[in-house]
T-cell receptor, first 115, second 111 residues
Framework: DTAVSQTPKYLVTQMGNDKSIKCEQNLGHDTMYWYKQDSKKFLKIMFSYNNKELIINETVPNRFSPKSPDKAHLNLHINSLELGDSAVYFCASSQGVQRVQETQYFGPGTRLLVL | EDQVTQSPEALRLQEGESSSLNCSYT??????LFWYRQDPGKGPEFLFTLYSAGEEKEKERLKATLTKKESFLHITAPKPEDSATYLC????????????FGKGTMLLVSP
């Protein structure tokens, strides 16, 4: 059983399009995250949700809109895609921010290529 | 200024040749330091969490140590299957916080 899963694995699209990436975790965790990994492999936090509530929102263009229908799912919708959005997007989850041990478990990533 | 700096950026070892990777950090109020392994085309895989200076953790050929300023990931007698990018991340403060990652060390172990 996959603990953190993402769909799709690959996404190739044209500039200006709108696309969504979905994430699901079956670990029973309260907190989920979206990270972006650029071409230099640098992993950077974008958003974090705790029990469906947005708790961390880094400096990300408002073309990116996360949505959490329940605490097991966190989706990422991107409007008006730009070339610079090409990257690998990782979803992660952890037990909950109030606990000392905040090990995050990552999904397999979604490779987005904007042409 | 980067909060988490990893060195070297890349490391090539012969099978059996032990070495260490370094992760230095400048955050205050360290809550935890994490090591992950990332294989090409995959997500980061959790290895260790360290909380306090002097702490050590081991897993197979890997051993992680922590001081007040840095962490080392020691690789003893590596095998080709240890080839991967090793990522270090820190979590600071309390309440809502997340992980700040270093840029990783790409390790290649040749047979």
């Amino acid at each position: 059983d996959t603990a953190v899963s993402q769909t799709p694995k690959y996404l190739v699209t044209q500039m200006g399009n709108d696309k969504s990436i979905k994430c699901e975790q079956n670990l029973g965790h309260d907190t989920m995250y979206w990270y972006k990994q650029d071409s230099k492999k640098f992993l950077k936090i974008m958003f974090s949700y705790n029990n469906k509530e947005l708790i961390i929102n880094e400096t990300v263009p408002n073309r990116f809109s996360p949505k959490s229908p329940d605490k097991a799912h966190l989706n990422l919708h991107i409007n008006s895609l730009e070339l610079g959005d090409s990257a690998v997007y990782f979803c992660a989850s952890s037990q909950g921010v109030q606990r000392v041990q905040e090990t995050q478990y990552f999904g397999p990533g979604t490779r987005l290529l904007v042409l | 200024e980067d909060q988490v700096t990893q060195s070297p950026e890349a490391l090539r070892l012969q099978e059996g040749e032990s070495s260490s990777l370094n992760c230095s950090y400048t955050v205050s109020g360290l809550r935890g330091l994490f090591w992950y392994r990332q294989d090409p085309g995959k997500g980061p895989e959790f290895l260790f969490t360290l909380y306090s200076a002097g702490e050590e953790k081991e897993k197979e050929r890997l051993k992680a140590t922590l001081t007040k300023k840095e962490s080392f990931l020691h690789i003893t007698a590596p095998k080709p299957e240890d080839s991967a990018t090793y990522l270090c991340a820190v979590q600071e403060g309390s309440g809502y916080s997340t992980l700040t990652f270093g840029k990783g060390t790409m390790l290649l172990v040749s047979p």
